[in-house]
């Protein structure tokens, strides 16, 4: 089964504040990686489980249409506000039913949102969908996001952010089992395509407010079960790492600006012509 966990109004509406989506340069890799699999021009793609939709616009300017999908009306509603691009249009569905023909994808993405998917069903729908040389890219980041500031020990500033990581574990759904990544490795083994390609580590950094990197990981699935159990704790908690993380910066404002560096890793897989 799947996992639905993100749907409330206000947890959609943070997503889109303060989600990091994919760099234009890891974008370009995934199409780097379908050019050498099927020539342009492309047609269709489709983005599951796309929540807010950050990642998703970046597809559109490369396809003809692109389909946004999710399984929650509010994340729908949030990506439908932001979405300019008259080429994309949304479907409320399930990863594991999804509502296109056969052989008539030519790209299926999921951003940060394959683990939660029933894994195993996923893989097949999208072996259905998939046109032959059609593709595969499943992108998501780790939780351990550094910080850096000018004329700050970076060492000093991330280990408040392992600690702040560290606090949250115990709350982490035991359907992510111990490794995202680990996840996403057992299903690049798993698909049967001759060609794939995996890559564990691509940073991507963004400036942005402390508050922001504070808003950021208060979205994770993690931070939100604890504040769903102890709502106090949960928010004791940010408000103490976020008053070190000002004590070591030396600022006395949750907006002054850091940079975050978040790890990204990918699978990328094709479809033979034959399948």
């Not at 980041?141 to 060492?155: K, W």
């Amino acid at each position: 089964m799947s996992y639905r966990l993100f749907e409330g109004k206000e947890h959609a509406a943070s997503y889109w504040k303060y989600r990091i989506c994919p760099s234009d340069h890891l974008i370009q890799q995934v199409l780097d990686f379908m050019e050498k699999q099927k020539s342009q021009p492309w047609e269709l793609a489709v983005d599951v489980g796309c929540g807010s939709g950050q990642g998703t616009v970046l597809l559109a300017k490369h396809f003809a249409s692109v389909v946004e999908t999710d399984v929650s009306p509010a994340q729908l509603e949030v990506a439908l506000q932001h979405a300019k691009e008259p080429n994309i249009t949304y479907q409320r569905c399930v990863a594991e039913e999804l509502p296109f023909a056969d052989s008539s994808v030519d790209l299926m993405t999921a951003m940060s949102a394959f683990h939660w998917f029933d894994r195993p069903r996923f893989l097949k729908e999208v072996h259905r969908v998939l046109k032959p040389r059609g593709c595969l890219a499943l992108l998501n980041y780790t939780i351990d996001m550094e910080l850096s500031y000018p004329d700050c020990c970076s060492q000093t500033l991330n280990q408040v952010c392992k600690e702040f990581y560290a606090a949250l574990q115990p709350y982490r759904s035991p359907h992510l089992g111990s490794s995202t990544i680990e996840l996403y490795r057992e299903a690049y083994e798993s698909i049967p395509y001759f060609d794939k390609e995996w890559q564990e580590c691509v940073w991507v950094r963004r400036p942005m407010p402390l508050s922001s990197y504070m808003g950021l990981v208060e979205s994770f699935s993690s931070y939100q079960a604890l504040l769903r159990g102890d709502m106090q704790k949960a928010i004791s908690l940010s408000q103490d790492i976020c008053q070190r993380l000002m004590s070591i910066m030396g600022v006395t404002s949750a907006e002054t600006e850091v940079l975050v560096g978040v790890k990204y890793f990918y699978l990328l897989a094709c479809k033979p012509q034959q399948a």
